[in-house]
């Protein structure tokens, strides 16, 4: 069965600090990766993926094998870095279908 | 250019309704994918469409629930005899190509937030 876990529902931190959301997933195969994130009334959309290995808005994740994780850090916070953060996976090939398996997410708030 | 559009954006039904959700993809999108956000959740997967055919459909929870997208463009989700476990954020999100060596980046719509009272 596909699963990610996101502990944290909530995490706040204060601006100019660390901040590290934590994602493990359960997959038998190679799955891929996905960071989604959700401003404050805005849609769903894409922050960042594993095969890409970029740095978006300050962010990156390590893929994990070994411990099945996937967590998204940032060096420094800042105020903009509030929203909903999921993480997501995606079995590889089912049928041509690349469908997400989403975790619960977690909400970041980053305090002035 | 226009990005995915659902509508309506909200729905109240009353229990025991019938409901039927659009969604508009990003034209050219081949894939188009429902998912459905219960509050405090995450996604959850429902069904999925390559141009007209759907070909995943394991995520719908039961026969009340039945999607169509006859043209390969406009998607309609419909629900049947609607239930209050029904009500949650009903997303919409398609992609350019159909398979690949990757997954295919999703682009999201706004939802439909559907109340069952």
């Known amino acids: 069965a596909q699963r990610v876990t996101q502990p944290e529902k909530l995490l706040s931190v204060f601006k100019g600090a660390p901040v590290e959301l934590k994602c493990n997933y359960s997959?038998?195969?190679?799955?891929?990766l996905f960071w989604y994130v959700q401003y404050s009334r805005q849609r769903l959309q894409l922050l960042l993926r594993?095969?890409s290995r970029e740095s978006i808005k300050g962010f990156t994740a390590d893929l994990n094998k070994g411990e099945t994780s996937f967590h998204l850090k940032k060096p420094f916070a800042q105020e903009e870095d509030s929203a909903m953060y999921y993480c997501?996976?995606?079995?590889?090939?089912?049928?041509?279908?690349?469908?997400?398996?989403f975790g619960q997410g977690t909400r970041l708030t980053i305090n002035p | 250019g226009a990005g995915v559009s659902q509508s309506p954006r909200y729905k109240v039904a009353k229990r025991g309704q019938d409901v039927a959700l659009r969604c508009d993809p990003i034209?050219?999108?081949?894939?188009l994918f429902w998912y459905q956000q219960a509050l405090g959740q995450g996604p959850e997967f429902l069904t999925y469409?390559?141009?007209?055919?759907?070909?995943?459909k394991s995520g719908l929870p039961s026969d009340r629930f039945f999607a169509e997208r006859p043209e390969g463009s406009v998607s309609t989700l419909k629900i049947q005899r609607t239930q209050q476990e029904d009500s949650a954020v009903y997303l919409c999100?398609?992609?350019?190509?159909?398979?690949?060596?990757?997954?295919?980046?999703?682009?999201f719509g706004p939802g439909t937030r559907l109340t069952v009272l």
């Open positions: 999100a398609s992609s350019y190509r159909a398979g690949g060596i990757s997954t295919d980046t999703q682009y």
């Open positions: 997959y038998s195969g190679s799955p891929e």
């Open positions: 594993h095969i």
């Open positions: 997501a996976l995606s079995p590889a090939f089912f049928q041509g279908a690349q469908k997400l398996v």
């Open positions: 034209s050219g999108h081949v894939s």
């Open positions: 469409f390559q141009n007209e055919a759907q070909l995943d």
